[in-house]
């Protein structure tokens, strides 16, 4: 992206009630927003592209646009700058997402909720990712589009599980390579959608890969309401239902 740009905050009547100014407008932009589930808070990003002086800084605000920190990790830019990333909240808790290292070397990281980096751990992947808070609080969840899920203490960042034996040998692009797409939490479960098609079933405790379910000639993806998964078939428009059998 090119430098400049700031962020704007508007009440539901779409007047502009703040503006978030870019605190460094000749090398970095506002790439995103995302507000906690309640509406209260929101997280936004600015962060420079590929450049030898990178940097990402993130603002907490409250839904007023009233700005109550903000926390630059230099040497490193947000994934989202380069079609990759994400963040999740834990409301009044944490931050978690990733971020680049140089030209590609991913890392997690996590930042409380007085804007304190608590840390910061390598990725052995790249690619675009999904980070998820477990629904207890004690682990995040991360997975690429490169055929990695790993999941890690949420207190210190330690490795609790991870699958690297589906990485691919080489950056370069495969029809071969698992790209994991979508990923939720269920009861004791991890669902991650893989391609177009599939999705594989993990324990969410242990990584222990459950079952891998194929729904061929069907184009599907996840969605969640009110606790439950559904499969959504977009290309024959329905609406299917998902149960784990228990073994």
Do not use: A, C, H, V
């Given at each position: 992206p090119e430098p400049g740009g700031d962020f704007y905050v508007y009440d539901p009547k779409g007047n502009q009630i703040a503006t978030?100014?870019?605190p460094n407008p000749t090398k970095i932009s506002p790439l995103f927003a995302e507000y906690t589930k309640d509406g209260h808070y929101a997280i936004l990003c600015f962060s420079t592209g590929?450049?030898?002086?990178?940097?990402?800084?993130?603002?907490?605000?409250?839904?007023?646009?009233?700005?109550?920190?903000?926390?630059?990790i230099s040497g490193y830019r947000e994934s989202s700058a380069r079609g990759g990333g994400s963040i999740d909240i834990l409301t009044k808790k944490d931050i978690t997402g990733t971020i680049i290292k140089g030209k590609a070397t991913p890392f997690a990281f996590l930042i409380d909720w007085s804007g304190n980096l608590?840390?910061?751990?390598?990725l052995n992947t790249w690619g675009a990712f999904i980070t998820l808070f477990s629904q207890n609080g004690k682990r995040v969840y991360i997975c690429?589009?490169?055929?990695y899920v790993g999941c890690f203490a949420r207190p210190t960042g330690n490795i609790l599980w991870r699958h690297e034996?589906?990485?691919?040998?080489?950056?370069r692009a495969s029809p071969d390579v698992l790209r994991f797409l979508e990923m939720y939490e269920h009861s004791k479960y991890l669902i991650v959608r893989e391609g177009e098609s599939n999705f594989f079933v993990l324990y969410?405790?242990?990584?222990k890969l459950k079952a891998k379910i194929e729904y061929p000639d069907k184009r599907i993806y996840l969605s969640q309401y009110n606790g439950k998964i559904f499969v959504?078939?977009?290309?024959?428009?329905?609406?299917?239902?998902?149960?784990?059998?228990?073994n």
């Open positions: 978030i100014k870019n590929y450049m030898p002086q990178q940097s990402t800084i993130f603002f907490l605000i409250d839904k007023g646009g009233k700005i109550l920190w903000k926390n630059e608590k840390w910061l751990i390598p690429s589009n490169r055929g034996e589906w990485l691919p040998k080489s950056r969410s405790k242990t990584g959504i078939d977009s290309k024959n428009k329905e609406i299917l239902g998902l149960k784990i059998k228990e």
